[in-house]
Each structure stands twice: as C-alpha cells, then as structure tokens.
C-alpha cells in the first residue's frame, strides 16, 4: 500500500432502514470502516443484498449514514450540504456503473467531456485532455461515435474515461464488467487497473466476482453488515 494520506477514509458507518409496512427495521450496515489510498484499489465482494451499494451511496455522499462518517480527500461529507456534495462529486469523485449510463445523444468525445463542461471547463482547455484519454482508451478512431455505434467494451471504455478524466480524488465503480463477457471484462479490467494507478487514483470496487477483485491491493467481504478481509469462508 502506498504511504500516503488516505484518499478515503470511512468511519463505523450504520445504515439502518424501516421494514416495508413500517414494521421492524432491517440493519443493513453495522459499524463499518475503511480507508483507500492513491493507487490502491480496494475491492467490496458481498453476495446480492448485502449492502454493498448502500456502502458505495454512502462513500459518495449521495446518502448519509445513520451513524459515522466519511471523508473525501480530507473533506469530511457531513459537514457539506446538498450544493456544497455535489460539487465535491463532480470534482472529486468519478464513477462507474454496470450498465455504462452513457448519454445516446452525445457523441464519444462529447461523452468523455461532459464531467469537465459541468465543473465549467472551457471546450478549448477540455479537447486536449480528452483526446490524449481516447488515444490511451484505444478509442481516438471513434471519438465521433455515438454509444449505439459501439461495441459493449467500448461503452465501458468510455464509462473509465469519464470517470477519470477530470482527475477526481477518488473512483467508485458498481459491478464494472458485469454486462460484459469473460474476455471483453478482463481486457477492460486490465485498462481500468493500469489508468486509475497511473494516475494515483484510489478505486473502489463493489463486485460478487472474486475474478473481477482479483485486481485489488485489498479484498473486503461485506456480510451481515460488517466487513472482514478474509472471504474464503463465505458459502454463496
């Protein structure tokens, strides 16, 4: 692990939501705590409903905690507000999601760009950036591509460069290879691993697959609403 500050750090996190019917309350996340560094990925394994996206909501500060807290290059998310999250998201924080959520309507180019035209930078001061990304995406033949015209790896090729190209502090990805095959997933798992270290990101990653956290500095398994380094034993 490097020995930096922590990028992220988060500290005895509870989440606790009311049964349907207003009846009991189901304890979905109790006293949970982890750290991230630069150029560290962290992988969460869990099997389908142990919380492991209620964690990733809380780590981007799109919900808040019952208990505990967490803090985003030093900046602690209890202390923002709405506006004040927001901006710390679109500056700090980059994600990427299974199903790619990638606008129809803009182009390759335009997609990759779009972080940086929210945070106000200028179309001259973004081209740059953005063409240097897709020639290391392997994507600069295709800048003028709309995602209908793309394959499934290289919407998510595209995803990874969103995420990253506004040099966020820290990237959250939500099952990242889970709508491709085996071979396209591991290539993009390969190019995801490489960039987000060159560039001394620190990534999260939520997956069920010990195939896909097999690229983790750290593997932490989320179960019962506690997280354990080992997951040899879980039985799913």
Known sequence: M????????AHDLHRHYREAGGHGERRVLEGV??????GECVALLGRSGSGKSTLLNLLAGIDRPDHGWVEID???????????????RRRRVGFIYQSFNLIDELTVAENLALPLALDGVRAREAQ???????ERLGLDARAEAFPDQLSGGEQQRVAIGRALIHAPALVL?????????ADTGARVLELLAALFREQGRALVLVTHSRAVAAIADRVL????????????????
């Open 74 to 88: 030093g900046t602690r998310l209890s202390t923002l507000g709405e506006p004040a999250l927001t901006r710390l």
């Open 173 to 181: 990805a939500d099952e990242p290879t889970g709508n491709l095959d």
């Open 2 to 9: 490097p020995h930096t500050d922590a990028l992220l750090r």
């Open 221 to 236: 398994t989320l179960e019962r609403g506690r997280l354990r380094a080992d997951d040899t034993a879980l039985s799913w």
């Open 128 to 134: 740059p950036r953005c063409s240097a990304l897709l």
């Open 33 to 38: 705590g982890l750290s991230a560094h630069a």
